[in-house]
């Protein structure tokens, strides 16, 4: 059965992140993984993405929005408020009540001030959570690499691997270094 998996606004602020996680999603078909979120969190990557690049034109964030609106499973619209007992950050909050509205077996974010002691769901990095999918369904992450190399061959400075290192996914980052040397040698 596949896992239910929120996702937190930080994961969205990463190109990287969510390029990886939706041609995942894309790939396994949603055999391995549903992904969810909520508008409350959605509005604060929309939110975020604009703080950070105040020149992008308006298809700079909306081109995202339509991303997440085609590939995620669900958009949580209504759950619970308050505080949460353990979490000291109270921005956060939203995003527990969501993820355990939504049913997530795992909550998917960049952030260490979640833990899972309390809630109903594992939390996972995205290094943690690619590295599961590798082990799961390593033909799928071969497919989206073999997807991004020629985006990323012809591009000069910062490749795949450096750019998941620099997006916190150092294990995932080797993994991929590796099969991408495997395939520079079956090409040649």
């Known amino acids: 059965m596949a896992q239910r998996v929120f996702v937190d606004a930080n994961v969205l602020f990463s190109r990287t992140l969510y390029d990886w996680l939706f041609l ?4 396994s078909r949603g055999r391995l993984f549903q992904i969810h ?3 409350d969190v959605i509005n604060e990557a929309g939110t975020r993405l604009r703080d950070d690049h105040p020149e992008w034109d308006g298809e700079g964030i909306s081109s995202l929005m339509s991303k997440i609106q085609d ?4 958009i949580i619209e209504v759950f619970p408020g308050g505080k949460v007992d353990g979490m000291a950050d109270s921005g956060d909050w939203h995003v527990h009540h969501a993820a355990e ?3 997530a077996d795992i909550l998917l974010t960049q952030d260490s001030g979640f833990s899972s002691d309390l809630a109903l769901y594992d939390v996972y990095s995205c290094d943690e959570f690619f ?3 590798e ?4 033909q799928a992450v071969q497919k989206v690499i073999e997807f991004q190399a020629p985006y990323w061959a012809k591009r000069d400075g910062k490749q795949l691997p ?3 290192r620099d997006a916190n996914c150092p294990e995932f980052a080797q993994i991929v270094l590796k099969r991408i040397r495997k395939m520079a040698v079956t090409t040649k």
């Open 101 to 103: 509205a939504s049913r």
């Open 71 to 74: 590939i995620f499973d669900e």
């Open 162 to 164: 450096e750019a998941l």
């Open 131 to 133: 590295v599961e999918i």
């Open 37 to 39: 979120t909520s508008w």
């Open 135 to 138: 082990k799961s369904d390593p």
């Open 24 to 27: 995942l999603r894309i790939e």
